[in-house]
């Protein structure tokens, strides 16, 4: 699993490090950043067998438009997960046969609420929190429960 964090979101690096553990029983280490991301990869590296190779980004719609419109073609991974904004306007990126889903919203936006009142650190959405909450089932039954397949979002 890639996990990209958005930069405005730094403070909060160490949190997700945790974060990630507690849902994916995956640890998580900082290998590098972009313009507008900061990567964390999953070890041991590379796939783990009945794993599905996950792309995670979390941020702001037009810094994961812009990310997918310059990587998709070389993302690797089949699943891509996103916590933003608008996730109607990545339906265009569902024509390179990856599968999309996004967090949970309302009217296209997706709600961040004080993490300190949900027992975390950091701003976090429905879907992170669903995430969390069902961490106990496997990886897709966790993604179908808390996440929002953008190919049923009209």
């Not at 990630?20 to 900082?30: E, G, P, Q, R, T």
């Not at 999953?42 to 190779?53: K, Q």
Request: glycine content about 6%.
């Amino acid at each position: 699993m890639r996990y990209l964090l958005c930069k405005s979101e730094k403070a909060s690096l160490a949190q997700r490090v945790s974060y990630i553990f507690d849902v994916f029983k995956l640890y998580a280490i900082k290998t590098g950043e972009t313009d507008e991301f900061i990567v964390l990869e999953t070890f041991p590296f590379g796939s783990l067998e009945g794993y599905p190779e996950v792309l995670f980004i979390v941020g702001h719609f037009n810094q994961v438009n812009r990310y997918l419109s310059k990587n998709i073609v070389s993302i690797s991974e089949d699943i891509i997960l996103t916590i933003t904004c608008l996730p109607k306007k990545l339906k265009r990126f569902l024509k390179y046969g990856k599968q999309i889903y996004s967090s949970k919203n309302i009217d296209g936006i997706t709600e961040k609420y004080k993490g300190c009142h949900w027992g975390f650190d950091f701003d976090i959405s429905d879907s992170e929190i669903d995430l969390y909450k069902n961490r106990n089932l496997d990886l897709w039954q966790n993604i179908k429960k808390s996440m929002v397949d953008i190919r049923n979002i009209s």
